[in-house]
């Protein structure tokens, strides 16, 4: 059966989700910036929440920089952020629930079993665990069949998660709740109605879903944004160290970012956008949103400013 079909003109509330690894970059300024706008073109409420569960990717000061560089550049958001590492009980008792139905098992795996046996991980220890191995992460035991969701570009998507990425980790070896679970719980108690994010993360929406349909929790719409590549063509990213956005020069980021996101720009070139003051460049914008002008492919943009 298909998911109902939201119609946009429900009250809207989207939301951006960095992960605390580094400060802000002009791809990261993309994502913001394109998930503010339709946000903020459907009046609706834009909140910020701060994926700070992979502890050991932390980095002291990323978060008070991230949240200089949104303020810098005008993208406000809705109410008080909320920080992942205050939610753990949420995520626990998500995974009690999951537990109780059957749907996760103790698996003794390495990463190294796992690359031996070609990287889709193979169900070893869904029948229970090898004899004299330890548990170290728990998995979903992914049902059979597909999922479905509601793209923004008005298309229904599918994917058969147990078949394209396998019974996959909900917590890590490590204890750490994994990104799939914490996202879907703080969607779903966050009342997120349209998650507009990278497309790195289309992926991920896949298994997203699944999760949501086990939890009883509603599915958003999703719109996912082009990349933003460097010169050598891979995506701009912290791990690629990507330079931090100059807070200084808020106009001249936000009109490369609005560049890479295919929508129209105020005056013809974009040196002159540059000059114009950040508010009329973010109002402009937002009254001159287009979701249909997003490119189909990923482009590189400059990095320097
Ligand atoms: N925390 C993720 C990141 O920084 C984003 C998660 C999401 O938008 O779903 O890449």
Sequence with gaps: MLPPVLSISVPYTGRFAPSPSGPLHLGSLVAALGSWLDARANSGRW???????????????????ILASLQAHGLDWDGAIERQSARLPLYHDALAHLRKQDHVYPCACTRRDIGDAGGRYPGT???????????????LACPAGTVQWVAREDVICTEDVAAVVGDFVLQRADRI???????????????VTDVVRGRD??????????????????APRYLHLPLALGRDGQKLSKQNLAPALQ?????????????????????????????????ALLDWAIAHWQPARLPATDEPMPVSP
């Design 247 to 279: 807070d200084n020069a808020a106009s001249a980021n936000l009109t490369k970012a609005l560049i890479a996101l295919g929508q129209p720009l105020p005056l013809p070139a974009a040196p002159e956008c540059a000059q114009l003051s950040r508010d």
């Design 125 to 139: 220890c869904r029948a229970g665990l090898p004899d004299g191995r330890q548990a170290r992460a728990w998995r």
């Design 177 to 191: 709740v994994a990104y799939q679970l914490a996202v879907v719980v703080d969607d779903g108690a966050q009342g």
């Design 47 to 65: 909140l910020l929440r701060i994926e700070d569960l992979d502890t050991p990717r932390n980095q002291p000061g990323a978060e008070a920089a």
């Design 201 to 218: 993360l289309r992926s991920s929406t896949g298994r997203q879903r699944l999760l949501q349909d086990l939890l009883q929790l509603p």
